[in-house]
């Protein structure tokens, strides 16, 4: 199965007692669709949980923002609530992935700040006598 989604938060790497390593995280597909008889469009967002066994160090790179395709096997984990309510998640197991965007890079207070530097510069005159 092929799915493409964005990731909604940091890949994690958990150890596995036979010194194997899971890369853990979760993708978002968004949908849309317009009822019939009505004029405003409905969104929907499905959540999936994804683990990928092959490359550890991929984790690195899988960043909350960043767009994936993913190849592999759907699966469903099925569970009770406190209150005996059946409740349930929808899991894939990652083969192979795509990295079709990388996630933005958040911007440091550093280079935030060099264009109100440079802005000022060019709203103080120059000393040249011409």
């Known amino acids: 199965m092929e799915i493409t989604g964005r990731i909604v938060k940091d890949a994690t790497v958990h150890k596995i007692s036979n010194d194997k390593q ?17 004029s405003e469009y409905k969104e929907i967002v499905t959540y999936i949980d994804c683990s990928y066994w092959l490359n550890s160090k991929l984790a690195d790179y899988l960043k909350k923002g960043a767009l994936v395709q993913l190849f592999g096997r759907i699966g469903l984990n099925v569970y009770s609530s ?8 929808l899991t894939f197991q990652t083969n192979n992935l795509k990295i079709l965007a ?5 911007q440091t207070p550093e280079t935030a700040s060099t264009p109100k530097a440079q802005q000022n510069q060019k709203d103080e005159p120059d000393d040249l006598p011409f």
């Open 22 to 38: 899971v890369v853990n995280f979760s993708i978002a597909i968004n949908d849309s669709y317009k009822p019939k008889g009505s």
């Open 82 to 89: 406190s209150d005996g309510k059946a409740l349930g998640s």
């Open 102 to 106: 990388f996630a933005k890079k958040a």
